[in-house]
């Protein structure tokens, strides 16, 4: 009989990387879906864009919590969300784009969400128990977005000749980033330190095509064959559009630190 | 009444006083409509002294959970605890199957239609249809999957017109 191995501080800063990774795709993206509201094409999308990024946010606030109190360095869910500059980061550069039109969000979300899904699917057998009880919670609310991104692409790709091609341009825009969302290599040493807690991206890939592929069919879209690919979100690489971003997301918390509402 | 007795029946009084808080978005339900209060007990060791109560979200982003927790700290102290403290927790995550006979029932009467039960797991969700509150007819549409908050969508009636919410199953 072994006695149970505590943990070291190398799996506490691995585990800590690992969630803020997963957080700051959730932070993000929430940010940049509540640039939507008062700009979607219908008052419903307004609502259902709004609702999407409020259960990021909600899942982001968890996260980050969590790998504040896992890192013990006193930081907590506001100081990673709003005192981190941009190569602080560790979101996949795929959430960061900018919204582009309607159907480039939508892409996004298909791409995204459908990944998100199989990812909490996966935590849900996470041994760190926090990270697997979100994931219960979360798993259920990413099925209604994957849902959504669903039935939009159907419409759009399925819909009149210039739904199709705006559609299928949004793909082409978007489908550079697909790559990096699988590729585990920025973060080997998290996988190699957490083993039974993190779930290694390539694993979810082919049931992530599984899903987007006969929709894209259905659509009568054709999957892009991108001649260029994103990487380095999950070591601090990020677009031009991140820090924009944070620019406005952190503006307040810097001219007002430790301000509350 | 001996001391454990009275403090079994603070207790229970206690609990009733959680589970009667009503959801600020949705004022018809209880919090015990809701299935959302998980425990109510009374600390140990350092703690003693002080009622400690768990609440789940229904949805992790939801905004009313830290207004629910105020509202539960207020009605535990209004019936007579020293000390509240509230957490939250997520596992086992809430599910619309926890939603009383009770509360669907106000749910109806109030023009939010309840939940089905359960949900395909795994499989693309199939939308079913949703009967109307209002009139009882099956002849629905969903107009979207998101609605007025994050537990419900919205839904119009082809008979009698009428738009509504539904309570989403999760």
């Known amino acids: ?261 | 009444m001996n001391t454990l007795t009275a403090a079994a029946t603070s207790l229970d009084r206690l609990r009733a006083a959680a589970g009667a808080v009503c959801d600020p978005e949705i004022p018809v339900l209880t919090l015990d409509d809701l299935g959302i209060v998980r425990d109510v007990r009374w600390g140990e060791h350092d703690l003693a002294g002080i009622v400690l109560v768990e609440l789940t979200p229904t949805y992790t982003g939801c905004p009313a959970t830290e207004v629910i927790a105020g509202d539960v700290e207020a009605a535990l102290r209004a019936a007579g605890a020293p000390a509240v403290r509230v957490r939250i927790v997520l596992s086992p995550a809430w599910t619309t199957d926890w939603i009383t006979d009770d509360g669907r029932r106000k749910l109806r009467e109030y023009g939010i239609a309840p939940p089905g039960v359960g949900h395909p797991a795994g499989a693309v969700g199939l939308i079913l249809s949703v009967r109307c509150p209002r009139c009882g007819s099956g002849r629905t549409r969903e107009v979207s999957r998101f609605g007025s908050t994050p537990c419900q969508s919205h839904w119009t009636c082809r008979d009698c017109l009428e738009p509504f919410d539904s309570f989403k199953a999760i």
């Open chain 1, 1 to 261: 009989m072994t006695a149970p191995i505590a943990p070291t501080v190398t799996d506490t800063a691995a585990l800590a990387g690992y969630l803020i990774g997963l957080g700051d795709d959730a932070l993000v993206l929430s940010h940049r879906l509540a640039e939507w509201i008062t700009r979607a094409p219908q008052l419903e999308e307004d609502i259902a864009l709004a609702n999407i990024s409020l259960d990021l946010l909600g899942q982001a606030r968890t996260l980050l919590a969590h790998a504040g109190e896992v890192e013990g360095r006193g930081r907590s869910e506001d100081d990673l969300a709003y005192l981190r500059s941009e190569r602080e980061l560790r979101n996949l550069q795929i959430v960061e784009i900018g919204n582009g039109d309607f159907a480039v969000t939508i892409a996004r979300q298909l791409i995204f969400s459908a990944y998100q899904y199989e990812l909490y699917a996966a935590l849900l057998g996470s041994a760190d128990e926090r990270l697997a009880a979100l994931a219960a919670k979360a798993v259920k609310e990413v099925a209604y977005h994957r849902d959504h991104a669903i039935a939009w692409t159907l419409r759009l790709g399925d819909g009149t000749a210039l739904s199709h091609g705006r559609m299928q341009a949004a793909l082409e825009a978007t489908w550079p980033y697909v790559e990096e969302i699988f590729d585990p290599s920025d973060i080997a040493d998290q996988l190699a330190a957490l083993p039974g807690i993190a779930v290694d991206p390539a694993t979810l890939r082919p049931a992530w095509t599984q899903c987007v592929r006969p929709v894209l069919t259905e659509a009568t879209l054709t999957e892009p064959q991108p001649n260029r690919r994103s990487r380095g979100g999950r070591r601090g690489l990020h677009t031009e559009y991140l820090g924009h971003l944070l620019a406005e997301m952190q503006s307040l918390h810097r001219a007002h630190p430790g301000v509350s509402w």
